[in-house]
């Protein structure tokens, strides 16, 4: 019912800055109660971690991620955004963005986008 495609990844300088965005969509049925929430991550080797996400209009960060990474959203486009600054080698992972279907317990997930900080 939903589906959510990501896109902006690719190879980055340390330091250098890359955004990301999640578009979602979905069936007649099912679009308007969309909503796309935010991202996690997964490095080599390591679990799933939380990013940032949007709640209630406001952006929350895990505190790794706060003060270098900006969530936003587009609400007419059903479209996240992060933006990542001074991004660092160990930011290398692939960002996989999130969605919930209001009225349900449906969790959607878009495919990953792989970022690379590497020189």
């Known amino acids: 019912q939903v589906q959510l495609v990501e896109s902006g990844g690719g190879l980055v300088q340390p330091g250098g800055s890359l955004r990301v965005s999640c578009a979602a969509s979905g069936s007649i049925s099912s679009i308007s109660r969309i909503v796309v929430r935010g991202w996690y991550r997964q490095a080599p080797g390591k679990q799933r971690e939380l990013v940032a996400f949007?709640?209630?209009?406001?952006?929350n960060y895990a505190a790794s991620f706060e003060g270098r990474f900006t969530i936003s959203r587009d609400n007419a486009e059903n479209t996240i955004y992060l933006q990542m600054n001074s991004l660092k080698t160990e930011d290398t992972a692939i960002y996989y963005c999130?969605?919930?279907?209001?009225?349900?317990?449906?969790?959607?997930w878009g495919q990953g986008t792989q970022v690379t900080v590497s020189s």
């Open positions: 949007m709640r209630s209009g406001s952006a």
């Open positions: 999130y969605a919930d279907l209001i009225g349900s317990n449906t969790r959607s």
